[in-house]
């Protein structure tokens, strides 16, 4: 693979990206998301998006790219949630929409439906790496971003 993708490959990522955030602005409105911080959550789940699928494209494992893409997600929204006065939590749950494994969590159910081992195995894997890149992506960002908070910009006395 050369230093750069071609540009079939970097079209549908793109594509993707904008049907996640897409995806991301239902669940927003469904969920009552606040018009004002809707543009930011726009943002910040198609880079978010976009993080995940380029790394996935690149790298063999789902769990760096889940990782990676959650890491910027839990930044992005910390800061942005001092920008806008609000919890980052109402932030970074619905940027945190295009990462969520439902396509293999549906095919791992399916397979266990029909008994198929083969199938329960790939996708309960990939649902697994993913599952995992998202929960130590968060641990990873939130340690980070307490440290810099707390020890860097508010140093008590």
């Given amino acids: 693979m050369g230093c750069f993708m071609g540009g079939a490959v970097m079209t549908?990522?793109?594509?993707l990206s904008l049907l996640a955030t897409i995806g991301t602005i239902g669940f927003s409105v469904l969920f009552h998301l606040p018009a004002k911080r809707?543009?930011?959550?726009?943002?910040?789940?198609?880079?978010?998006?976009l993080i995940q699928?380029?790394?996935?494209?690149?790298m063999?494992?789902?769990?760096?790219?889940?990782?990676?893409?959650?890491?910027?997600?839990v930044w992005f929204s910390e800061v942005f949630a001092r920008v806008l006065r609000t919890p980052a939590i109402v932030l970074l749950t619905p940027i945190l929409i295009p990462l969520v494994p439902g396509g293999s969590l549906f095919y791992t159910m399916q397979g266990i439906l029909l008994s198929n081992a083969e199938?329960?195995?790939?996708?309960?894997?990939?649902?697994?790496?993913?599952?995992?890149?998202?929960?130590?992506?968060?641990l990873t960002a939130t340690a980070v971003a307490r440290f810099f908070t707390e020890t860097l910009f508010f140093k008590r006395k």
């Fill in 12 to 15: 549908e990522i793109l594509w």
């Fill in 53 to 58: 699928l380029f790394c996935d494209e690149r």
């Fill in 38 to 49: 809707l543009p930011v959550v726009i943002i910040g789940s198609f880079v978010t998006s």
């Fill in 119 to 138: 199938q329960i195995r790939q996708y309960a894997m990939e649902t697994a790496q993913v599952g995992f890149g998202i929960a130590f992506g968060t």
């Fill in 60 to 73: 063999p494992q789902l769990f760096t790219g889940a990782m990676l893409a959650t890491m910027f997600a």
